[in-house]
């Protein structure tokens, strides 16, 4: 059951922030013209976040930083994937769906993403 939590987890990172690093960050610095390069570099910026959960996820050994890193990716991906893609799925005739998760659910998911891996992580750590 972990190994699939950790599959599903990562790979919902991985489409969450290539479509957040695409269209929010890469496409609006670099010029029309270098579109393939914006790409590639929101592939990479997907894949080390995708790493970084796939490492850190169910792991006993990683630090408070490490803890609030992945709660606030998972978080993140969670509430940037539902309100950009639920939009589109229940009411495709709204033409501004999608910039629910760019800029309400997927920042407001990443801050309480990070501040339940503190809590998780201040726990553990008194728990030991």
Do not use: D
């Not at 579109?35 to 490492?55: C, E, M, N, Q, T």
């Not at 609030?68 to 940037?80: N, Y």
Request: contains cysteine.
């Amino acid at each position: 059951m972990m190994m699939f939590a950790r599959i599903t987890l990562s790979a919902l990172v991985f489409i969450a922030v290539h479509f957040f690093s695409y269209w929010m960050i890469f496409v609006q610095i670099l010029p029309e013209n270098l579109s393939i390069l914006a790409g590639l570099a929101s592939l990479l910026a997907a894949a080390a976040a995708s790493r970084s959960v796939w490492k850190n996820f169910g792991k006993n050994s990683g630090g408070l930083w490490a803890l609030i890193g992945c709660g606030a990716a998972i978080g993140g991906a969670i509430g940037f994937c539902g309100g950009f893609f639920g939009p589109m799925i229940f009411t495709p005739e709204a033409n501004q769906g999608p910039l629910l998760g760019l800029f309400i659910t997927g920042p407001l998911g990443l801050v309480g993403g990070g501040i339940i891996g503190l809590g998780y992580g201040v726990w553990k750590k008194r728990k030991q």
